[in-house]
């Protein structure tokens, strides 16, 4: 490729009409609306974004991108909060177009591309009455919330995504295909359920599917100054709950949703957002102790299609907004912990920003921390502390909150972070986040991608076996 010729340029007259996806430079209308990614505070700008259509247009780019030396960053879902589904001056490649979900009810299946959105997952399988283990957003794409784990409303009950992954396609750095299940590369498809996207691209996911249609959720509100009170009760109170009852715990600002009352709207808080997939007989049962505890601003709880529920923050996070991430998984809460959590929940700059504590016991303690690259399973909560707002103007203030907040709870936590909420904050801290899965991680690494090729994430260094 000249100084001349740029790498779109290159690309299609290299790839030719055998790429059957669209291949965009930055000359290109649409240019800036594939480049987006859900982070507004991410802004780079590739030399090429291939929206591949199938495996073949996905081993082309990345044969491009090797026989240009060109940094290649993998987009499913473009959540990914430290926004690392885009990079500067590389490759894209874009796996929008691989976004088919296939739903065997009989053998309680889904089958999701690698490019699809839980959204997409939940209008494929709720007419079945069949649901998977996923997170709290819709619009999240499957393959990134996926390979880094998986937390979400029904962890407690059914484990993470990857407890639920069957089997996994895979394209490797030099074109092979492979398939990754307990019985086909069983180090790769150990490697892939929790080491995020190091090993390959994920063309296409097979997950066990449960029955899960109609759930009892919705948040309960207290007033900010019970925080203390609230928090200890509840870290208590959900580790003794049946597995069916999830509640995430948080401090945030009430947003002005129509399903939640007017007098509340603007409000900071502190509340618990449950989900109850158990007996619905049973329901009131479970929900009398938090709907009696301290003095409840709201009990909003009530019957929901779980699509709903997973939708439910969809209106209020939209594409768009600046979003800045910090992350740990915590064992306990001291005192001294608490005292900041109460402090910096006082302290929150805008209507988005949030602090979330997700309950992660239950069925994902059913396995070990050996058994997945996932290496807190001892851990009871993961946290995450989020700084967010619409206006750049505001980046600063969000990024500031955030990370003094940080600074103030790490201190406290078990050392690493659940890798889906990390912003790219070094070597050290991905090391951190894998503990003793990290060295064999390594040598994964050093068999399925010994150049690096895939590096533009939560990076594991390849290590020679």
């Known amino acids: 490729m000249s100084t001349q010729t740029t790498a779109a340029d290159a690309a299609r007259q290299e790839l030719g009409p055998g790429f059957s996806g669209t291949l965009i430079g930055p000359g290109d209308s649409g240019y ?12 780079r700008r590739p030399a090429l974004i291939a929206q591949c259509r199938n495996t ?59 490019g699809a959105t839980w959204n997409m997952v939940d209008a494929a399988a709720h007419p079945h009455g069949l649901s998977t283990p996923s997170g709290i957003i819709s619009s999240t794409g499957v393959g990134g919330l996926t390979l880094g784990g998986g937390i979400g409303h029904l962890s407690r009950k059914y ?60 948040p309960t509100f207290w007033p900010l100054e019970q925080t203390a009170e609230v928090m200890r009760w509840w870290s208590d109170f959900i580790r003794q709950a049946p597995r069916e009852l999830n509640g995430f715990f948080t401090t945030m600002t009430v947003p002005p949703a129509d399903f939640l009352p007017a007098e509340l709207h603007f409000r900071k808080v502190c509340g618990v ?20 505890f301290g003095n409840p601003l709201l009990h909003g709880v009530g019957p929901v299609p779980f699509p709903a529920l997973q939708s439910l923050f969809d209106g209020f996070y939209s594409p768009g907004l600046q979003w800045y991430w910090r992350a740990d998984f915590v064992k306990e809460f001291p005192d001294a912990a608490i005292e900041q959590h109460v402090e910096f929940g006082e302290k929150l700059p805008t209507l988005h920003s949030a602090m979330h504590m997700y309950p992660i016991d239950g069925a994902v303690h059913d396995v070990a921390n050996s058994d997945t690259p996932f290496g807190y399973r001892d851990a009871n909560w993961a946290e995450v502390i989020v700084g967010v707002d619409p206006d750049p103007a505001n980046a600063s ?17 078990a050392g690493g972070a659940y890798v889906n909420f990390m912003m790219d904050e070094g070597h050290a801290r991905v090391r951190a986040s894998y503990g003793a899965n990290y060295d064999r991680l390594a040598k994964t690494k050093g068999e399925y991608d010994p150049e690096n090729v895939f590096r533009v994430n939560q990076n594991i260094e390849p290590k020679a076996a």
């Not at 800036?32 to 991410?42: G, S």
């Not at 990345?62 to 885009?86: K, P, S, Y």
């Not at 750095?173 to 090993?199: C, H, K, Q, V, Y």
């Open 273 to 292: 957002i449950w989900c109850y997939c158990g007996d619905e007989d049973k329901a009131a049962e479970v929900f009398a102790e938090p709907q009696q």
């Open 159 to 218: 484990g993470l995504t990857i407890d639920n992954l069957l089997e996994a396609d895979v394209i490797l750095a030099d074109g092979t295909e492979a398939r990754a299940s307990a019985d086909e590369n069983p180090d790769l498809f150990w490697a892939i359920r929790g080491g995020g996207g190091n090993f390959g691209v994920v063309t296409s996911f097979t997950f066990r599917a449960h029955p899960v249609s109609i759930v009892q959720a919705g």
């Open 397 to 413: 203030l969000v990024r500031d909150w955030t990370v003094d907040y940080w600074d103030a709870t790490h201190p406290y936590s």
């Open 32 to 43: 800036d609306e594939a480049r987006a990614v859900f982070n507004a505070m991410i802004d």
């Open 56 to 114: 073949a247009d996905v081993k082309a780019t990345i044969a491009f991108a090797r026989e240009h030396d060109l940094l290649l960053a993998v987009r499913g879902g473009g959540h990914n909060g430290g926004g690392l589904g885009v990079v500067d001056d590389g490759v894209v490649l874009d796996l929008s177009g691989l976004s088919s979900v296939e739903v065997d009810p009989a053998k309680r299946t889904i089958r999701a591309g690698g």
